[in-house]
């Protein structure tokens, strides 16, 4: 073997040790964590790192900073923590790939937040669904996920949206929008699920920065908004752990 050749398959098994790692079995003792939805979740993570814990697969926004003080805070729980947030999905495209990106991941606990894009994409014209279609959807789902992992702890995140943000100008979003986030709660309750109250989180903080500040376009949170997100996250988590 010359050297181009052992410094390049050494290269190779030195980077690719650390990525099969973090793929061990489930064993007892350990715990995993799922965190699905649309793109706030996904926050442009690198989707070819699908491996547990990896740090560019958890994207930049709040799943990267729930899930790194997570991995500080209980090192002794085995903790294994996937991303599998894509961006501009709705509840029904999260169905269609449930099977791999969720169920097969067997989660101890799931998080999700999804329901901005079932309104937003049916305001611009690309969807044709209602807080309805949006609440049936949620509900099959969760049915789907407790008739196959019954003991899964639910989080769900309330979609939200953060008003004089760029994006978000249609007074729709006063009167339409927020039936989705009560169709939100209404399912969280009916499976026992933590419910993270994004909306009133936000509203709380705008006399302080305003929109530019937390979520520049009103659906996708800055820095500051995904540490607010993260910190409401990481109390959840800490209740349906017990």
């Not at 049936?136 to 049915?143: M, Q, V, Y």
Request: charge should be neutral.
């Amino acid at each position: 073997m010359d050297k181009r050749t052992f410094l390049k398959t050494g290269l190779l098994g030195s980077l690719a040790a650390p990525l099969a790692s973090w793929d061990f079995p489930l064993a007892a003792g350990r715990t995993t964590i799922l965190f699905q939805g649309d793109s706030i979740t996904d926050a442009g993570r690198d989707k070819a790192q699908y491996y547990a814990n990896s740090a560019s697969g958890m994207g930049t926004g709040y799943v990267h900073m729930a899930a790194s003080t997570l991995l500080e805070k209980y090192p002794d729980q085995g903790l294994r923590i996937y991303n599998r947030g894509i961006s501009g999905h709705k509840v029904f495209q999260l169905a269609a790939r449930w099977e791999d990106d969720a169920l097969n991941l067997k989660p101890d606990v799931l998080s999700i937040l999804i329901g901005v894009n079932d309104f937003w994409h049916m305001l611009n014209g690309q969807y044709d669904g209602t807080a309805a279609v949006y609440e049936n959807d949620l509900r099959a789902l969760l049915a789907r996920t407790r008739e196959a992992l019954p003991q899964v702890k639910l989080i769900l995140g309330e979609p939200f949206v953060v008003r004089g943000g760029t994006a978000v100008g249609s007074p729709r979003w006063n009167t339409e929008f927020p039936a989705y986030q009560a169709a939100c709660k209404k399912v969280a309750g009916e499976f026992k699920a933590a419910f993270i109250p994004y909306q009133s989180l936000f509203d709380g903080v705008l006399n302080k920065g305003g929109a530019a500040y937390w979520c520049p376009d009103g659906v996708h949170p800055s820095l500051a908004g995904a540490r607010l997100m993260a910190n409401a996250w990481v109390t959840a988590y800490a209740e349906v752990k017990g």
